[in-house]
């Protein structure tokens, strides 16, 4: 089994060593190319259009080895994708890792490339390639792509040699991706034009430029009768769609932390409804946390805090929760000697009870966020950790607002070794736990959209003068919003947040996802729909970043998986 997956640029060390891979691929087997076009392919996979087109990189793993690559240039104004290699690695045959590339190109191109995929194979033609081993291995080649319904096109000059010495010249081949419709005369010109003026700047003179463009007389262009036959396509054993799929880690302990008082709408059935609704659409694939020890969680959290939290929740009797009633408002730095009595002393509000279970499903989010993230570090683009309890309410010593450990804040701080993070918090209500964990800190950038404290838990922060402090001056942001919000007003506040996310260039994103800005939701004030959801996801994935969301908040449960479902569909579309 091994996996496919886009490599964005080498700033990872996985993705570097990726790289490496392929640029010793590239030396070994494609000996045209010098070392300084080898080189510059970590540049070119950063560069969103140069010179008229973007490199986009596919690699097949297994555990750290990399069995091949394919590289493919998009152009975007002419509207076509070029697939300019596709390789396995040496002494490696069969296994379906070439086809399974290659339906991955395929998948790419159907996304960005209405007028279809194209690509340059040498002949079949002894006329054309006068050594008979190349000959056989030019027939193999046209052979295979042919089963895909690719074939070149015919009765133009586009495998005119540049000079008469010149031997197998390429035929254009396109791959018009299953849609059924012919290529026109007009957009096939403009594809040669665009391949050789663009691909092979500096090396076509204008008046062979013109000469094979103007060869293209048919209209539809007429391509060449199949040669091969029929041959079915074997099946591959990935998903090669894999990496457009959102690596889901869902809380398997979520439901023994289950308060039945009237009110509580921090329920179980939130994990089952948009669970549900992201299988439903084919958006997720599942992986089981692992458990990490608690030196993560000391790492953001105070250790009494910590240690409070623990042995509290040990001691309570199943079915008893404990809430806090007494808060430490004169003297806070003597806590009380009675340990249900010290609740308060830990606590922001009289409504987010301990009981024995709390400890255990809140450990678990933190694991599951944790393994979201790590799958991140190892090359997952797009990483969500479905868990509840939530976190971001969650500070350095205090637990409220339904959370105990700021799920988000541990595995930002975990990145954060790896690189520069923003975290972005879009819950209705104020992300105070992460604001200030991080608030003396640079290298993570807090940036958070909410209602007003003057009419929003958690009432006592999350105003627009809190910068952050020492190292952490001007790293968090906080957009605090009107009473009545629509899905317009709360993208121009996105995309503000957008910005400063930006200047912080980081390597990271974690996002805390609310659910509750939905119309009708219990807790909020706002009417975002489902659209305003699919909206906004695409607009976090226009900073093409790798992702990590954590769940927060969301608790109308008739829209839940609905607006789950949209946001996500957002954010996986211009990946």
């Not at 998009?74 to 069969?94: E, Q």
């Not at 059935?269 to 948009?274: D, Y």
């Not at 990483?383 to 541990?410: D, I, K, M, Q, W």
Request: glycine share 8%; aromatic share 10%; proline share 7%.
């Amino acid at each position: 089994m091994f996996r496919i997956r886009r490599i964005f640029d080498d700033t990872l060390s996985v993705d570097r060593h990726a790289v490496a891979q392929v640029q010793e691929i590239l030396r070994q087997q494609f000996h045209l190319l010098s070392n300084e076009e080898v080189d510059k392919l970590p540049s070119l996979l950063k560069e969103p259009v140069r010179h008229g087109f973007s490199t986009v990189l596919f690699v097949a793993e297994k555990a750290d080895s990399l069995l091949g690559f394919a590289t493919v240039l998009h152009f975007p104004d002419v509207g076509f994708a070029y697939l300019d290699f596709v390789s396995v690695k040496p002494r490696l045959t069969g296994g379906g890792v070439g086809g399974a590339l290659y339906e991955r190109v395929r998948d790419d191109a159907r996304q960005a490339s209405p007028l279809g995929l194209f690509f340059e194979c040498l002949p079949d033609d002894p006329a054309l390639c006068r050594d008979p081993a190349t000959l056989e291995q030019n027939k193999a080649r046209l052979r295979f792509y042919e089963r895909f319904g690719a074939r070149p096109l015919d009765g133009t000059a586009y495998e005119t040699p540049l000079s008469e010495n010149d031997d197998c010249p390429p035929y254009l081949v396109w791959d018009g991706l299953d849609r059924g419709r012919p290529l026109r005369q007009g957009p096939a010109k403009a594809v040669v034009r665009a391949i050789l003026e663009r691909k092979y700047k500096g090396t076509c003179p204008p008046d062979y430029v013109n000469a094979v463009v103007n060869s293209l007389r048919d209209d539809p262009i007429r391509l060449r009768r199949p040669r091969y036959g029929a041959r079915p396509l074997a099946k591959t054993a990935i998903d090669h769609n894999l990496d457009r799929k959102i690596l889901t880690v869902v809380n398997d302990r979520h439901e023994i932390h289950h308060v039945r008082e009237r009110g509580y709408v921090e329920a179980p059935v939130r994990v089952g409804s948009i669970l549900k609704a992201l299988q439903d659409a084919d958006l997720c694939f599942t992986a089981r946390p692992r458990h990490y020890g608690d030196a993560y969680v000391r790492r953001v959290h105070a250790g009494p805090f910590v240690d409070y939290l623990k042995r509290m929740c040990a001691a309570l009797p199943p079915g008893k929760s404990l809430y806090p009633y007494v808060f430490p408002i004169r003297n806070a730095a003597r806590p009380p000697k009675e340990m249900p009595v010290r609740a308060g002393y830990f606590c922001i509000d009289t409504f987010t009870p301990l009981n024995s279970n709390a400890w255990q499903a809140a450990r678990r989010a933190v694991d599951c966020g944790l393994t979201a993230a790590e799958a991140i570090l190892k090359g997952q683009r797009l990483a969500y950790a479905l868990v509840r309890p939530p976190g971001h309410h969650a500070e350095r010593r205090t637990f409220g607002g339904f959370c105990y450990f700021n799920t988000a804040s541990v595995a930002a701080d975990l990145l954060a070794r790896h690189g520069r993070v923003a975290l972005l918090d879009i819950d209705y209500h104020h992300g105070n736990g992460s604001q200030d964990i991080f608030y003396a800190r640079s290298d993570v950038l807090t940036v958070s959209i909410h209602g007003h404290p003057n009419f929003a838990y958690p009432y006592f922060s999350g105003f627009a003068d809190e910068h952050g402090q020492d190292q952490g001056e001007g790293f968090n942001l906080n957009l605090p919003q009107k009473e009545h919000l629509d899905g317009e007003g709360y993208r121009t506040a996105l995309r503000k947040a957008m910005q400063r996310i930006e200047r912080h260039a980081p390597d990271f994103l974690v996002v805390s996802l609310g659910l509750d800005p939905a119309k009708g939701d219990p807790t909020g004030t706002w009417s975002l729909s489902a659209r305003d959801f699919l909206e906004n996801g695409k607009l976090l994935a226009g900073l093409r970043l790798p992702t990590l969301v954590i769940q927060e908040g969301g608790y109308r449960i008739r829209t839940l998986g609905t607006n789950a479902r949209h946001f996500f569909t957002g954010l996986v579309a211009v990946r």
